[in-house]
C-alpha cells in the first residue's frame, strides 16, 4: 500500500503546504496513522481514498498548528518590541507605541504583526488565517485605522520613515 500510494499522498501533501518539508511531514505523520491503524485501512482503491481522507485531518492539524504558532510569534514579537522600546538615540517613543499596541484586540495585532514583522502579503495572510483576501483587506484596513486612531489620541509624535502617518491612519 504504502508503495501504491505514496507518490499519490505526496503530490497531495506537496499541492497543499507552503514547504516541502511541510509536506514531508504531512506524509510521514499520514503514512504512521496508516500504519497504527492497519486494521482499519480498506483494500484496492478504497485504500487510497482512506488515506487521502487521513491526510487531509492531518493537514487541517498543521494548520492549526501553524495559526497557534503565529499568535505566540506575536507574543513574542511584543516581548521583543519590549527589549527594544529604550533604545537610546531612537528618537522614536517606542515605550508608548508598545503600549498602545498591547492595547489593541488580539485580531488586530495579529494582523498588524502579519504585516510588519512577518513581511506577509494580503494573499499570504488571508492563506494564514483561512480567510479570504476581500476580508484581509477589510480587516486590516480597520486595524491599522483603529491603531492610528488610538496613537493620534495618546498623542504620540513619531516618525518611521514613513510607515505610519497617525494624521492619515495608515500604513504605507
Same mark, same amino acid.
Given at each position: 500500500?504504502?508503495?501504491?500510494?505514496?507518490?499519490?499522498?505526496?503530490?497531495?501533501?506537496?499541492?497543499?503546504?507552503?514547504?516541502?518539508?511541510?509536506?514531508?511531514?504531512?506524509?510521514?505523520?499520514?503514512?504512521?496513522?496508516?500504519?497504527?491503524?492497519?486494521?482499519?485501512?480498506?483494500?484496492?482503491?478504497q485504500a487510497t481514498l482512506w488515506l487521502y481522507g487521513v491526510a487531509r485531518?492531518?493537514?487541517?492539524?498543521?494548520?492549526?498548528?501553524?495559526?497557534?504558532?503565529?499568535?505566540?510569534?506575536?507574543?513574542?514579537?511584543?516581548?521583543?518590541?519590549? =527589549?527594544?522600546?529604550?533604545?537610546?538615540?531612537?528618537?522614536?517613543?517606542?515605550?508608548?507605541?508598545?503600549?498602545?499596541?498591547?492595547?489593541?484586540?488580539?485580531?488586530?495585532?495579529? =494582523?498588524?504583526?502579519?504585516?510588519?514583522?512577518?513581511? =506577509?502579503?494580503?494573499?499570504?495572510?488571508?492563506?494564514?488565517?483561512?480567510?479570504?483576501?476581500?476580508?484581509?483587506?477589510?480587516?486590516?484596513?480597520?486595524?491599522?485605522?483603529?491603531?492610528?486612531?488610538?496613537?493620534?489620541?495618546?498623542?504620540?509624535?513619531?516618525?518611521?520613515?514613513?510607515? =505610519?502617518?497617525?494624521?492619515?491612519?495608515?500604513?504605507?
Open positions: 500500500m504504502y508503495r501504491a500510494t505514496y507518490g499519490q499522498i505526496t503530490a497531495y501533501a506537496a499541492r497543499r503546504c507552503d514547504s516541502p518539508q511541510d509536506a514531508a511531514d504531512v506524509v510521514a505523520e499520514t503514512f504512521a496513522i496508516a500504519w497504527r491503524r492497519i486494521a482499519e485501512v480498506p483494500e484496492g482503491e485531518k492531518v493537514l487541517a492539524n498543521h494548520y492549526r498548528g501553524e495559526v497557534r504558532r503565529q499568535a505566540r510569534s506575536v507574543e513574542l514579537d511584543a516581548e521583543m518590541a519590549d =527589549l527594544y522600546e529604550a533604545a537610546p538615540d531612537s528618537g522614536v517613543e517606542l515605550t508608548a507605541i508598545a503600549q498602545i499596541f498591547r492595547t489593541l484586540p488580539d485580531a488586530d495585532r495579529e =494582523l498588524l504583526s502579519l504585516v510588519a514583522w512577518e513581511g =506577509l502579503d494580503r494573499q499570504q495572510i488571508a492563506t494564514v488565517l483561512g480567510l479570504s483576501r476581500n476580508a484581509v483587506r477589510i480587516r486590516l484596513h480597520r486595524a491599522r485605522r483603529r491603531f492610528a486612531r488610538a496613537l493620534a489620541e495618546a498623542d504620540v509624535h513619531f516618525a518611521l520613515e514613513g510607515r =505610519l502617518t497617525p494624521a492619515e491612519g495608515r500604513f504605507s
